[in-house]
């Protein structure tokens, strides 16, 4: 009977146990029901080996089932994109962003194992890495070693990094920075050849921002890789002559001496990359520069090869001599001009540990300046000791506030365009998550309101909107009107507006009345300005009156709406009287509005002057920095005749522009300057009026106007410096 009963409690548990392993795992079924088969038959025929055979099963099946589970969470928890660079010292990353420690590798052929896949990007066989790795040894022991190899390289990697398929093998998940480079080139070489000039220099910059170094040789490399490191720079060297002749092109010359310096810095360079780069130095007033680049051709090809200059060349060289006939006896070395960002990016790599490294990544994708707290939460460990180095080697700028940022928005597009699109996600989402966690939603709508206007005027357009948008459910209707003109205004001042962005004005102004707001405060004042500043249709308002209703640092709207219905005169008049230029929104504002008014008063010296004041007194990039570096390239290219001061005005208007948002004013003033540039100032006066035409929207008579004051004939004034 006590038999009976253990052999029924066997059964019970054996069955349970058969049931958790059906349920869990497909691939246990059969040996699921083969157990319960030998179950039933032990109860029939008393046999005790066919239980322990039973149990022998069960035993398996569960230690099959926590294997199989064990390994299905690594699988989880190895989730994500690895990442791997060889352009440069090795690094690799795991899918969190973790560095891996040289020590993890355990030896040198783990290394160059992965090196050799990595390099590849494409599957290889395993004879032929055990052709490469392991040379002089016999066919069992090197696929032995290949094995071992392969389980190091999963355990450091991840094991589903690293996939075999027959005999071959191949990387899984990974992000390697040599793939993308090709890929990068092929894309640029495509683009010149569709004469998408724009698209070949952007992928010609991001590709340049990858390749830190050559790929470099390791004293015990058995990979054979001298015709793919020749590949690689004959590769890298086309698609920046490309990349320099489209930034010509596109008129850009500056553009295109950092491109092609680096071609004939780095490597053999090809003759069409001398003389496009001697054209560039030209472009840019630098004759001298043009001449020594002549020299160092003449001089290159005449070591290498033993020939002369091409007529072609020697053409753009006499064109040099009869511009500056003074030759240059004793040329100076190149690369002694301004670095380029590439150029900073690849020192600070050099030179960062990783602490640092990370911290000025995180930096770097922050969306404007970014707290140092936010910074060390995101990071999860304090970071005042990193981004104290980063201050120190001036690559970091902070404000006023203690906020940080990097110091050059090109350096930051090159950081940004160095990183893998996973591993910037990854950050973006991480400091997204400590500043949201900063944002209390039951804090005083005031606060709310104060830090939405902060974050306006230094252009973090989405995070203004996210917190006017938590003020706006503020018990106080004054903030609630307040909030709600904040949430409205980055549409207003891109030229987006239209017709809901004026509904959702007046709507708001009528509900501010409806909960106990007089009909002509200035909160239901600035909600009716935004209305017709959106669309100026839309409401009749009497800019005399509402400059009188408005608080004082809200006139700057008025202003605006005076210029855009072509009442200069008055819009300048309140600009001279206005009394918030120390306000973070208002008065950079208003100070832009001034430089416009005054323009329109035929005085583009003094213009230009105000401009420059106003881009200058910024640290951060402000909301009106790219109408304002815009039109200070307009005033440039008409008024001084100064080409190359435009052309770096209009670089760093592309810079300044979040996401490569461009509002209709902001387009309308790199159009004029642009068209000045490419055309010349006579040519450019026809141009600009086509444009103008297809710019004629009923936000923008009033600016056609300034510029048509810009474009007719003046007297000459002093320079400004």
């Known amino acids: 009977m006590a038999e009976a009963r253990r052999l029924s409690g066997g059964s019970r548990l054996r069955s349970a146990a058969a049931a958790m392993v059906l349920g869990a795992l497909g691939w246990l079924a059969l040996r699921a029901v083969g157990a319960g088969l030998l179950f039933a038959a032990a109860a029939l025929a008393g046999s005790m080996s066919i239980a322990v055979v039973g149990d022998t099963v069960v035993v398996e099946a569960i230690a099959g089932a926590v294997v199989a589970a064990g390994v299905r969470r690594r699988r989880l928890e190895d989730d994500g994109w690895a990442e791997v660079r060889l352009l440069g010292p090795l690094s690799v990353r795991l899918a969190g962003g973790r560095r891996v420690a040289p020590s993890a590798w ?14 590849a990007g494409r599957p290889i066989l395993a004879d032929e890495a055990m052709a490469l790795l392991w040379p002089g040894a016999d066919e069992r022991k090197a696929r032995a070693s290949l094995r071992t190899a392969v389980f190091e390289v999963r355990r450091v990697l991840g094991q589903h990094h690293v996939v075999r398929d027959g005999e071959h093998l191949s990387l899984a998940d990974v992000w390697v920075d040599v793939n993308v ?63 320099g002749h489209s930034a010509l092109a596109l008129g850009r010359p500056s553009v295109a001496v950092e491109l092609l310096r680096e ?60 511009a500056q006939p003074a030759a240059v006896d004793e040329p100076a070395p190149l690369g002694g001009e301004a670095a380029g960002p590439a150029d900073g990016l690849h020192r600070l790599l050099s030179c960062l540990d990783d602490d640092d490294l990370d911290a000025l990544l995180l930096v770097a994708v922050a969306d404007g300046d970014v707290r140092t707290d936010e910074i060390a939460e995101a990071y999860g460990a304090p970071v005042d000791a990193a981004v104290g180095a980063l201050l120190d080697l001036g690559c970091v700028s902070r404000s006023r506030a203690g906020a940080v940022r990097v110091r050059d928005p090109r350096l930051r597009d090159c950081l940004r365009d160095w990183m893998r699109p996973q591993h910037r996600e990854q950050l973006e989402a991480r400091l997204a998550a400590a500043s949201a966690e900063r944002v209390d939603p039951t804090a005083p709508g005031r606060d709310l309101v104060a830090r939405a206007r902060a974050a306006l005027a230094e252009r973090r357009l989405a995070e203004a909107q996210h917190l006017a948008r938590l003020a706006a459910s503020s018990p106080d209707h004054d903030v609630r009107a307040e909030a709600v003109a904040l949430s409205l205004l980055p549409e207003v001042l891109g030229g987006a507006g239209g017709d809901w962005v004026a509904g959702a004005a007046l709507e708001a102004a009528r509900e501010h009345t409806s909960c106990g707001g007089s009909p002509t405060s200035p909160h239901r004042r600035r909600l009716e300005c935004l209305a017709a500043l959106a669309e100026p249709t839309s409401v009749d308002l009497d800019p005399d009156v509402l ?12 202003a605006r709406l005076l210029l855009r219905s072509g009442r200069l005169e008055d819009a300048a008049l309140l600009a001279d009287v206005f009394e918030g230029y120390d306000d973070t929104l208002a008065g950079p504002l208003m100070l832009l509005i001034r430089a416009h008014a005054v323009l329109a ?42 080409a190359r001061r435009a052309e770096l005005l209009l670089a760093d208007y592309e810079h300044a522009l979040e996401d490569g948002a461009e509002g209709a004013n902001e387009r309308f003033w790199r159009l004029l300057a642009r068209s000045t540039v490419v055309a010349g100032p006579e040519l450019a006066r026809v141009s600009f009026r086509t444009r103008a035409e297809e710019l004629a929207t009923a936000s923008l008579p009033g600016y056609r106007r300034i510029a048509a004051c810009l474009l007719e004939p003046h007297r000459p004034v002093a320079v400004v410096a």
């Open 106 to 119: 355990r030896s040198s052929k783990n290394v160059d194992l992965l090196r050799m896949l990595a390099l």
């Open 547 to 558: 400059a009188i209703d408005l608080d004082p640092r809200d006139r700057w709207m008025v």
């Open 181 to 243: 480079f090709r890929a990068l080139a092929a894309s640029a070489r495509a683009a010149f050849e569709a004469g998408e000039f724009e698209a070949c220099v952007r992928a010609a910059r991001r590709a340049e921002a990858l390749h830190v170094a050559p790929v470099a040789a390791r004293a015990t490399d058995s990979i054979p890789q001298s015709e793919l490191l020749a590949e690689l720079d004959d590769l890298r060297r086309d698609m920046l002559v490309d990349a």
């Open 601 to 642: 008063q035929r005085e583009p010296a003094e213009s230009l002057r105000l401009l420059e004041h106003l881009v200058d007194g910024l640290t951060v990039p402000s909301l009106v920095l790219p109408e304002a570096l815009g039109t200070a390239a307009a005033i440039a290219a008409v008024h001084l005749g100064d």
């Open 263 to 322: 071609v004939v810095r780095d490597s053999l360079p090809l003759e069409r990359a001398f003389r496009c780069l001697m054209v560039a130095y030209e472009s840019t007033g630098e004759v001298g520069l043009a001449l020594q680049t002549y020299e160092r051709c003449r001089e290159t090809l005449a070591e290498e090869l033993g020939v002369d200059p091409s007529p072609q060349t020697q053409q753009v060289f006499q064109r040099l001599l009869a």
